[in-house]
């Protein structure tokens, strides 16, 4: 990831160093930097005011959308009084759509952007022991459990739509609005199911995927030797102090 593309926010720590330029002298350290930088990371990513302001946004932007199908059938009947309500209907949908369409906007870039910063860090190391340090309880459920309905919504009004007999102007309303909430639902479980899958991963870690040490899952190191092996030479241990990780080797 480039780290000049964008900052993370003021109380948020940056990317992980790249490989030259990491401070950490052992794994205990990069371990317990790993699971304070992930658990700042986790917290903002899964806010429950996020969610919040998401869910608001999405019926503020369909409100406007609303408007803005009236003020467009005011407009084209023809008659001057209906022409003045359907600019004041027009301008009240665009007080309503812009400010709500920017705001899920930056919102989105804000995530992408936290969120790749935290499968960087994630993919450092793994340690199922950390991860109660990192985890956000309830988080991911409740950005997740909303958004599917949401979503659900969503889908059922776009095909009550396309299905019933209703009028030209009505359709445009109901399948816009139906267009908006299944999008505002699907981030929502995106989000949720990003976060998910990085608690999988550090729970079921992959065999033969190296870690930030040069060791796949099974401890091995680059050279597929055992780092905690009766044989494995002092220099080859991850931390070249010529010890494991407990300080002894194990057969």
């Given at each position: ?21 990491r401070p950490w002298k052992d794994r205990a350290g990069l371990l317990d930097e790993r699971a304070r930088a992930m658990g700042a990371l986790a917290r903002w990513y899964l806010a429950p005011h996020r969610a919040l302001l998401l869910w608001l946004s999405t019926f ?43 705001g899920v906007a930056s919102g989105i870039r804000r995530d992408v952007f936290v969120g790749a910063c935290l499968r960087d860090w994630a993919e ?128």
């Amino acid at each position: 990831m480039r780290k000049d593309v964008m900052t993370p926010p003021i109380e948020l720590p940056p990317p992980p160093p790249g490989p030259d330029e990491r401070p950490w002298k052992d794994r205990a350290g990069l371990l317990d930097e790993r699971a304070r930088a992930m658990g700042a990371l986790a917290r903002w990513y899964l806010a429950p005011h996020r969610a919040l302001l998401l869910w608001l946004s999405t019926f503020v932007f369909a409100l406007g959308w609303s408007l803005a199908v009236s003020g467009f059938q005011f407009l084209v009947k023809g008659e001057i009084i209906e022409h003045v309500l359907g600019v004041i209907f027009l301008g009240l949908a665009l007080g309503a759509t812009v400010p709500s369409s920017l705001g899920v906007a930056s919102g989105i870039r804000r995530d992408v952007f936290v969120g790749a910063c935290l499968r960087d860090w994630a993919e450092l190391e793994r340690d199922p022991q950390t991860l109660p340090r990192w985890r956000v309880s309830g988080g991911a459920l409740l950005w997740l459990g909303p958004s599917i309905v949401l979503t659900c919504l969503g889908l059922a009004l776009g095909g009550f739509a396309v299905v019933a007999d209703i009028g030209t102007e009505s359709f445009g309303t109901v399948a816009g609005i139906g267009i908006v909430f299944a999008v505002a639902g699907a981030l929502g479980m995106a989000k949720a199911i990003d976060y998910y899958r990085l608690v999988s991963r550090e729970l079921r870690p992959d065999a033969g995927v190296p870690d930030a040490y040069g060791r796949d899952a099974y401890g091995r190191d680059a050279y597929g030797r055992d780092a905690c092996a009766p044989d494995a030479p002092g220099p080859g241990s991850p931390y070249d102090d010529g010890f494991c990780d407990d300080g002894f080797c194990s057969d």
